[in-house]
């Protein structure tokens, strides 16, 4: 039982793309890969940084309300997006706010493509895939992003392997841009969405 349960501990099916059980009379190894999409409030109240309703928890119950999700989940997560709340009257407008979705959808397949074609030989197709190796490969950064990404790295410490995740984010943001180069702002908007891994309170 233990063993198992490690296995599904150690993160190990968002990794690999299975999961192992491990039990006496042997061992099975399952297919599990998957997009996770999970969403939580700022805080136990709900209101942490809404511009017209005050949130009503201390530093500390934000701080432990946080901490029910573990530092190597929230590393294994590319994006995280804080989603204001929607104003009623925005939500009832049938004014069109945003790009259509035909339009993202050329874009994303579009980049799908430059990544399919970059690892043809590599048994993968996604740049979230990417080994540490081809990481350093594709994902070179001059020295305007290399400075961006060096500042941000000290200011919120963040582990090497949201440092990886950041390159990988930034590769896509740049192939969704048909940029040949991984351009500083793909390393800035990157660095965004590691929110979650900044410290609230110092
Ligand atoms: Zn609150």
Do not use: W
Not at 91 to 117: K, P
């Amino acid at each position: 039982m233990q063993r198992g349960k490690r296995s599904v501990e150690n993160h190990q099916p968002s990794e690999d793309g299975c999961v192992t059980i491990s039990r006496a009379a042997g061992s099975l190894t399952f297919p599990s890969r998957f997009m996770l999409v999970a969403a939580m409030n700022p805080c136990p109240c709900g209101y942490y940084g809404d511009p017209k309703r005050s949130c009503r928890c201390s530093p500390r119950q934000i701080e432990n309300y946080r901490q029910r999700i573990s530092g190597p989940l929230l590393d294994r997560i590319d994006l995280h997006v804080e989603v204001p709340l929607v104003d009623f009257r925005e939500l009832s407008s049938n004014t069109n706010i945003g790009e259509a979705s035909v339009v993202i959808r050329a874009r994303v397949i579009a980049a799908r493509g430059i990544q399919h074609e970059r690892f043809r030989k590599s048994g993968h197709s996604t740049n979230s895939a990417m080994t540490s190796r081809q990481v350093r490969q594709h994902c070179q950064l001059d020295a305007e992003a290399t400075g961006y990404l060096e500042q941000a790295m000290e200011e919120m410490s963040f582990s090497a392997r949201a440092h990886d995740r950041i390159h990988k984010v930034a590769r896509t943001l740049a192939d969704l841009a048909g940029s040949i180069n991984i351009r500083p702002q793909d390393i800035l908007e990157a660095i965004q969405y590691r929110s979650l891994d900044r410290k609230l309170f110092s």
